[in-house]
Antibody
């Protein structure tokens, strides 16, 4: 059974750093892209970027380029989303998803809620 | 990257109704258009991929059509569990983009 399990909710202060994770199981992790999606409170879905764990090729949507870092450790089938200096506007639910390219994202993590508040 | 525009942004309908949601791309995306359903507090769920293909396990009352720039999602007979928010997504390029969503509410 394909599963993506994300790390738990986080509460951080502005300026702090954070790394959240997404662990894949039930499939060959290195053969599929992993995408990250932001959903701000009460808002729609925003595609942040993707990574191919096989070679760590990461690509970012323009709105998120330079704001976050996407990485992966294929030895433990885990992808990461990282911030070096959080802002209140980063408060959101973050989802990872297995991305099939042209055929969309077929499996999703349960989401990680990030709250940034002083 | 292609911008995606969904309409309507919200919709009220009754159980048993036939409902259509549209999605327009700012440039041709061939048939690389996917539809998702999201319920409150849950992750999105893939319903339709490549404009017309039904994802495994999704009820046949859901269908998709279109190519190029204009696409539709149709629910043939609304069921109580279908009240949710629906998003289109273009996957023509790796710079994937979503529509703004359509909230389907009970009339």
């Amino acid at each position: 059974e394909v599963q993506l399990v994300q790390s738990g909710a986080e509460v951080k202060k502005p300026g702090e750093s954070l790394k959240i994770s997404c662990k894949g199981s039930g499939y060959t992790f290195t053969n599929y892209w992993i995408g990250w999606v932001r959903q701000m409170p009460g808002k729609g879905l925003e595609w942040m970027g993707i990574i191919y764990p096989g070679d760590s090729d990461a690509r970012y949507s323009p709105s998120f380029q330079g704001q976050v870092t996407i990485s992966a450790d294929k030895s433990i089938s885990t992808a990461y989303l990282q911030w070096s200096g959080l802002r209140a506007s980063d408060t959101a639910m973050y989802y990872c998803a297995r991305h099939l390219g042209h055929s969309g994202s077929d499996f999703w993590g349960q989401g990680t809620l990030v709250t940034v508040s002083s | 990257d292609s911008q995606m525009t969904q309409s309507p942004s919200s919709l009220s309908a009754s159980v048993g109704d036939r409902v259509t949601i549209t999605c327009r791309a700012s440039q041709s995306i061939r048939n690389y258009l996917n539809w998702y359903q999201q319920k409150p507090g849950k992750a999105p769920k893939l319903l339709i991929y490549a404009a017309t293909s039904l994802q495994s396990g999704v009820p046949s009352r859901f269908s998709g059509s279109g190519s190029g720039t204009d696409f539709t999602l149709t629910i043939s007979s609304l069921q109580p569990e279908d009240f949710a928010t629906y998003y289109c997504q273009q996957s023509y390029s790796t710079l994937v983009t979503f529509g703004q969503g359509t909230r389907l509410e009970i009339k």
